[in-house]
């Protein structure tokens, strides 16, 4: 899922997406997957699973998110979430 989120950043209007934004797109998905699963229920698992996952997003997919073009729309649609999936159904499209 981190993987879609984060290879839809599209062309278009916007601005280049920092290495912040592309580390809050990651983390709300991680945040919003582990929250729908059972080991999320788990604060200690999922404090774990959410390092765990931003240490390999920074290792194999910032440099793709880096510099694509993101709106603060499609952020403000990422902090509202409420489901990993609408993340790359809704504000990525």
């Known amino acids: ?19 912040k934004e592309c580390e809050e797109i990651a983390d709300r998905v991680t945040e919003l997957e582990l929250k729908s699963s059972p080991v999320g229920r ?14 390999w997003v920074k290792e194999s997919q910032l440099k793709s998110c ?8 499609a952020m403000q649609c990422v902090r509202a979430a409420k489901q990993a999936q609408e993340i790359t159904d809704r504000c990525f499209r």
């Open 1 to 19: 899922m981190v993987l879609g989120a984060l290879g839809v950043l599209g062309l278009g209007c916007g601005h280049p997406a920092s290495v």
């Open 42 to 55: 788990d604060p200690d698992t999922a404090k774990e699973q959410l390092e765990r996952t931003r240490s």
């Open 66 to 73: 880096v510099g694509r073009r993101i709106t603060e729309s």
